[in-house]
């Protein structure tokens, strides 16, 4: 078992939460001190002005819209963001899981939450005997199944294509490792639910749909690469890259030879 300490799976969506989180406390004290000020200068002006009553009707009023005005923007805002926030959080424990499953496999080297600069790659990892895998993580709840060729949760379409998202990172991978080693290796891509359950095991234009329980299974099935065995002792010169949290992708590349 060989296990990279630099590296650490659900970064990504961790900072990703953290930062919703900070965005809803700061709209939520944006909203307090508006009201708060709105609050300070009706009572001033009743207080400090002695008002005529049709005056006074009409700041209330103003007042009172202002009120409602806040509701109707910063609440549902507030709401949207810890809505988003949860689901960030979700995506972190799920590929944190995945990430404690990968890292357990033997005679692999397991990079997480790689940056692609369109997007982060869940995990990549090579195995000892040459195989190349990617994995992308998914926290979704529900009877997964192929209906024509897509990628479904009980009947119904994802938020995203996910297989159109996984054949991207797979062409990323292929053409970063090409400018590096040489040579296109093939890819043994697959989409593993944490919380899902796959019926049966999927695999939809060239992508393998599994649940968690069979992801170690399913990887241990998966032919290796005899090209990149022979490079095994050097795989682990792309770290940095790999790790890299601004993206250097082809440029300029060193052959491992």
Not at 70 to 92: Q, S
Not at 233 to 245: G, T, V
């Amino acid at each position: 078992m060989e296990i990279n300490p630099e590296n650490c799976a659900g970064r990504n969506p961790r900072e990703v939460a953290a930062k919703r989180r900070k965005a809803r406390k700061e709209l939520g004290l944006c909203a307090l001190v508006l009201v708060v000020s709105a609050s300070l200068i009706f009572i001033c002006y009743l207080k400090l002005g002695h008002p005529k009553v049709i005056l006074s009707l009409g700041v209330f009023g103003i007042f009172v819209l202002l009120l409602c005005k806040l509701n109707r923007i910063f609440i549902p805002a507030m709401d949207k963001l810890y809505l988003w926030e949860g689901l960030a959080a979700k995506g972190a424990r799920a590929e944190e899981k995945i990430g404690a499953l990968l890292d357990q496999l033997p005679n692999c080297i397991v990079w997480h939450d790689v940056n692609t600069g369109c997007g982060n790659i869940d995990h990549v990892a090579f195995r000892k005997d040459g195989a190349v895998f990617l994995i992308e993580t998914k926290s979704h709840y529900g009877k997964i199944i192929n209906q024509n060729g897509e990628l479904r949760r009980s009947g119904k379409s994802f938020e995203k294509d996910f297989i159109s998202q996984t054949h991207r990172n797979v062409f990323w991978l292929k053409d970063f490792l090409k400018a590096r080693l040489g040579f296109e290796p093939w890819i043994h891509a697959v989409i593993v639910f944490s919380n899902g359950h796959v019926e049966k095991h999927l695999k939809i234009k060239g992508v393998a749909v599994v649940n968690v329980s069979f992801l170690s299974e399913w990887i241990r099935r998966q032919p290796g690469n005899l090209k990149i065995a022979a490079l095994w002792p050097e795989i682990k010169n792309l770290k940095d890259e790999f790790s890299a949290s601004i993206p250097i992708h082809l440029a300029p590349p060193f052959i491992l030879r």
